[in-house]
């Protein structure tokens, strides 16, 4: 198996350098032409800001050997079937000779709304999963072989991020791992357990 580049750390720095520079241009954008309520929202809920997480990843890809006509990060080309759904359309697919090999989802959170937000992007990670398998199991993809799932998520390191969270817990215990557990926590096992139940997979070095 290839192994990750040696500069590897370096790109994944560039990669969050661009994307706040790009949320910064969008939300001045937003406020130059008047909409500067709307601003925050519309750069977190835009798809840019991750586009340098796709390059990073498409290249990476590429690097270990799959060709770049079979790697699709243009938004007309990300749909696939679903089963809950018409389609679904990722952030980046692998499709070689009729199979889907790699599809993978990126998302980021910033702050300061991140309990508004947690519940809402462990949903969305879900469902899509369980759509996409679904799908799989249905022959969808032309009963390919099991395809590879990736998940990307970019959290805000920040205070709010990393102070300890409480639950309510009105009828029955949490799981004693969320108790006191900061959003950068409860994330981070989040997307662990995502691999645990093989939902997504993780890259293996």
């Known amino acids: 198996m290839p192994e990750f580049p040696a500069d590897l ?4 720095q560039r990669a969050v350098v661009r994307f706040w520079k790009t949320r910064e241009r969008q939300v001045s954008k937003q406020k130059v032409s008047g909409k500067a309520d709307q601003g925050t929202r519309s750069a977190v809920t835009g798809g840019a800001q991750m586009d340098g997480f796709v390059s990073l990843i498409a290249g990476l890809i590429n690097m270990a050997g799959i060709s770049a006509d079979s790697i699709f990060t243009q938004k007309r080309l990300l749909e696939v079937p679903g089963f ?4 679904k359309q990722w952030d980046l697919l692998v499709v070689s000779e ?3 090999l790699v599809a993978i989802e990126v998302k980021s959170q910033i702050g ?3 309990g508004n937000n947690f519940n809402n992007r462990t949903e969305e990670a879900i469902g899509s999963a369980l759509d996409l398998w679904t799908a799989f199991r249905e022959g969808a993809f032309n009963h390919a072989i099991r395809p590879w799932l990736g998940y990307v998520f970019l959290l805000e390191d920040c205070p709010e991020s990393q102070r300890p969270v409480g639950v309510r817990e009105p ?3 949490v799981f004693l791992e969320f108790r006191d557990a900061s959003y950068g926590k409860r994330y981070g096992l989040f997307c662990r357990k995502l691999v645990l139940e093989r939902h997504y ?3 293996r070095s």
């Open 9 to 12: 750390r370096l790109k994944v």
């Open 84 to 87: 809950f759904r018409p389609t």
């Open 98 to 100: 009729s199979r889907l």
């Open 112 to 114: 300061p709304s991140f």
């Open 171 to 173: 009828h029955f215990q």
């Open 201 to 203: 997979d993780a890259p």
